[in-house]
């Protein structure tokens, strides 16, 4: 059954600040995404009634799962980027990925998970708008 998303404690985040980001971690963020992240910035998808959680099965057949927790704050995005671009390039070294696999550079976090991760989105390069 398809549900949806329910936002609270909703901060929102101005069209200066996207801005900002965009500068800072040198990025081309898509309309469709800065009008997202105006309107559910800060805000946390679980409240007192409901969390809202996915199960994912992968190519290889692992399964995982997490909850969806919140839409990244400004400060929120610029930390997670700033934290997860050193960690991927790690992880791309350590596992010998291409491009093709993942472009790093292109990654911005966008929702923020249970877990303490984030789920991403390309914002350019040959996987823009994929998640």
Same mark, same amino acid.
């Not at 303490?116 to 040959?126: D, L, Q, R, S």
């Given at each position: 059954? +398809?549900? +949806? @998303?329910? %936002?609270?404690?909703?901060?929102?985040?101005?069209? =200066?600040?996207?801005? @900002?980001? $965009?500068?800072?971690?040198?990025? *081309?963020? /898509?309309?469709?995404?800065?009008? !997202?992240?105006?309107? &559910? $910035? #800060? #805000?946390?998808?679980?409240?007192?009634?409901?969390?809202?959680? &996915?199960?994912?099965?992968?190519?290889?057949?692992? =399964?995982?799962?997490?909850?969806?927790? $919140?839409? /990244?704050? &400004?400060?929120? *995005?610029?930390? !997670?980027?700033?934290?997860?671009?050193? &960690?991927? +390039?790690?992880?791309? =070294?350590? %596992? =010998?990925?291409?491009?093709?696999? *993942?472009?790093?550079? %292109?990654?911005? /976090? %966008?929702?923020?998970?249970? $877990?303490?991760?984030?789920?991403?989105?390309? *914002? #350019? #390069?040959?996987?823009?708008?994929?998640?």
């Amino acid at each position: 059954m +398809k549900g +949806k @998303l329910e %936002f609270d404690e909703i901060k929102g985040i101005s069209k =200066e600040q996207i801005e @900002l980001i $965009s500068q800072k971690i040198n990025i *081309v963020i /898509p309309e469709n995404l800065k009008t !997202f992240l105006e309107l &559910y $910035s #800060g #805000g946390h998808s679980h409240n007192r009634t409901k969390i809202y959680s &996915y199960d994912l099965t992968h190519e290889d057949g692992w =399964e995982s799962g997490d909850t969806i927790e $919140s839409i /990244p704050t &400004y400060s929120q *995005v610029i930390e !997670f980027h700033t934290n997860l671009k050193p &960690y991927l +390039k790690d992880t791309v =070294e350590h %596992f =010998e990925l291409t491009t093709n696999f *993942v472009e790093i550079d %292109f990654l911005l /976090p %966008f929702i923020s998970l249970g $877990s303490g991760g984030t789920i991403n989105i390309a *914002v #350019g #390069g040959k996987h823009n708008g994929k998640i």
